[in-house]
């Protein structure tokens, strides 16, 4: 499994070390972090230089993760695609740049996750999700006694994926809207929002499940906290909102 982090330009430069400390002991085969890049009005500005001090300053702090800076904006689901060209990990466990975890034992959870063969993500959601459901998660079954939720829709600020299946989905599902462009959570969420979705029956919901084998984890959440851009980073010249907030 490889570790990776992704980030964006922020104005709180400590959330970064906050939330490295909350990431599970694990030998790792590599650890990244990705820094997409800079939206603004151009370089040598105080945002931008503040922001490439920053990258230099984490590179030296923790030498045993590589650092990959892309040189022009480009969201998340780029970000996360060029990650998985580079690791050669079975998974990949994956935060966003403002989340946090509890103190969990990430090796019995990879061994819980081995013993479903459908699993290909599972993502720790931010709260409890009851039975019904939320906009976000349609729970269907579940693994018990193991404690794993098989649904439809998933959460990518922090999730354990199979990077080859990863793959599959950023090469062959379309980018939908602005959000599908940049974050892969956003592709399943449009779609259980078509009038097609609607007219599915259970088993032809769960055949487009098993693209993504999407699972969340029962009683472990993360924290979200909440990251804020440079107002003067935060729009690009369209107009379209840069960094991974949602």
């Known amino acids: ?17 906050k939330v490295i400390a909350s990431v599970p002991k694990y030998d790792y085969n590599n650890k990244f972090i990705l820094y997409d890049g800079y939206v603004g009005e151009g370089r040598g500005g105080l945002f931008y230089d503040q922001y490439e ?6 590179a030296k702090k923790y030498p045993d993760f590589i650092v990959i800076e892309f040189d022009k904006n480009v969201y998340f689901r780029t970000m996360l695609r060029k990650v998985c060209e580079l690791s050669n990990a079975e998974r990949l466990l994956v935060f966003q740049d403002d ?6 034992d990430l090796k019995q959870i990879e061994i819980q996750m081995n013993h479903i063969k459908d699993l290909k993500i599972l993502t720790f ?3 409890y999700i009851p039975p019904e459901g ?9 693994t018990y006694p193991l404690p794993f939720i098989k649904s439809h829709g998933l959460s990518e600020r922090v999730f354990i994926c199979d990077r080859l299946n990863m793959i599959n989905i950023l090469d062959t599902l379309p980018n939908r809207g602005n959000r ?8 399943y969420y449009y779609k259980m929002n078509t009038k097609s979705w609607k007219n599915y029956d259970d088993d032809e919901k769960e ?10 984890h029962h009683d472990i959440y993360h924290k979200h906290l909440v990251a804020k851009r440079p107002s003067s980073a935060r729009w690009s010249k369209s107009g379209e909102r840069g960094g991974l907030n949602h």
């Open 207 to 216: 055949e487009y499940w098993k693209t993504w084998g999407c699972y969340y």
């Open 125 to 127: 959601p931010h709260k």
């Open 180 to 187: 599908g462009k940049r974050f892969v959570e956003a592709l």
């Open 53 to 58: 001090a920053h990258k230099s300053y984490i």
């Open 134 to 142: 939320t906009h976000w998660y349609r729970p269907f079954d579940d």
């Open 99 to 104: 989340v946090t975890l509890p103190k969990i």
């Open 1 to 17: 499994m490889d570790l990776v982090i992704a980030c964006a330009i922020n104005n709180d430069d400590k959330m970064i070390h």
